[in-house]
């Protein structure tokens, strides 16, 4: 987070307001660059390949909230999620 305030007070000090902005949001995409090199660059672990080998399909992701097992849990937390909003707004 610094080196972000030292970029800004740089950038808006020797640069016009409407350009410095423009080179504080091509800054703010380099680690997005970064990230998608590495994510194609680096290998999968093994472990990983393996877990996911092992993985059974059918339902998973969002939906594997709703199965039997959890489903309790997820209406009461999704219920006390509105509460707490609802108490908070007002």
């Known amino acids: 987070m610094g080196g972000s305030v ?6 808006f000090s020797w640069l016009p307001e409407t ?3 423009r080179v504080m949001f091509m800054a ?3 680690p997005a660059l970064l990230v998608f090199y590495v994510r ?11 877990s996911r080998a092992r993985r059974t399909p059918g ?6 909230i709703f199965r039997p097992g959890v489903l309790r ?5 999704g219920l006390l999620g509105v509460v707490r909003t609802a108490a908070t707004t007002r």
């Open 40 to 50: 194609r660059a680096v290998p999968e672990p093994a472990l990983s390949l393996e």
């Open 28 to 30: 703010g995409l380099l």
């Open 19 to 21: 350009t410095a902005w």
């Open 73 to 77: 849990v997820t209406l009461i937390g």
């Open 6 to 11: 030292v970029l800004y007070a740089v950038l």
């Open 59 to 64: 339902r998973s992701g969002l939906f594997a």
